[in-house]
């Protein structure tokens, strides 16, 4: 079964404390992985997309990376501003869906 | 541009009553989405439209659930007979194709008493 893992759940930084959240997954063979940022009230936020082992984007102070089991979002130097929760999501192969099957999201404070 | 929208933003209807949540999506995007969520949960997929069609309806949890998109733009998801358990953020997202990111609305917070 098609599966998303995401830790920690929560995590509190100082401003400027960098460091990683991780989305552990497994699927059946991975067309793309999703990170989005979701403020308290609103929808999801695209943030990236990811296809294959050892790709790397950026995006301010946010980088993701892809190996074949995990994806890893790296924050580096944060604000108060960064403080979300960040969804990490991926998309099966499959015949017709393209669903994206989501984790449960890790809550990052940062605080001044 | 305009992004995805979701009306309305909050409903609250009584346990057996029936529902409409209305999502607009991107213009020309050809491919719509409804996801629900729950507080501390992440969107669970509920159907998947491409134009008209729906492609993929395995995430409905049962027939008290229909979403239409009749005209290959605005999609309506139809509830009946409300139960307290659907309470949740109903989300609506839309992407260029199948095989792009899906941009979400704002959701309709839904809640049964």
């Known amino acids: 079964e098609d599966q998303v893992t995401q830790s920690p759940e929560a995590l509190r930084l100082q401003e400027g404390e960098s460091s990683s959240l991780n989305c552990s997954y497994t699927?059946?063979?991975?067309?793309?992985l999703f990170w989005y940022r979701q403020d308290p009230g609103k929808g999801p936020e695209f943030l990236f997309t990811?296809?294959?082992a050892g790709e790397e984007k950026e995006k301010e102070r946010l980088k993701a990376t892809l190996t074949k089991k995990e994806s890893f979002l790296h924050i580096t130097a944060p604000k108060p501003e960064d403080s979300a929760t960040y969804l990490c999501?991926?998309?099966?192969?499959?015949?017709?869906?393209?669903?994206?099957?989501f984790g449960t999201g890790t809550l990052l404070a940062v605080q001044p | 541009g305009a992004g995805v929208s979701q009306t309305p933003s909050n409903k609250v209807t009584e346990k057996g009553k029936y529902v409409e949540l209305r999502c607009d999506p991107i213009?020309?995007?050809?491919?719509l989405y409804w996801y629900r969520q729950s507080l501390g949960q992440g969107p669970e997929f509920l159907i998947y439209?491409?134009?008209?069609?729906?492609?993929?309806d395995s995430g409905l949890p049962n027939d008290r659930f229909f979403a239409v998109r009749p005209e290959g733009s605005v999609s309506t998801l139809k509830i009946q007979r409300t139960e307290r358990g659907d309470s949740a953020v109903y989300l609506c997202?839309?992407?260029?194709?199948?095989?792009?990111?899906?941009?979400f609305g704002p959701g309709t917070r839904l809640t049964v008493l």
């Open positions: 997202a839309s992407s260029p194709g199948p095989n792009n990111e899906q941009f």
């Open positions: 699927v059946s063979g991975l067309r793309g």
């Open positions: 990811l296809y294959s």
């Open positions: 999501a991926v998309q099966a192969p499959g015949g017709a869906t393209n669903k994206l099957i």
């Open positions: 213009s020309g995007h050809t491919a």
């Open positions: 439209f491409q134009g008209t069609g729906a492609a993929d």
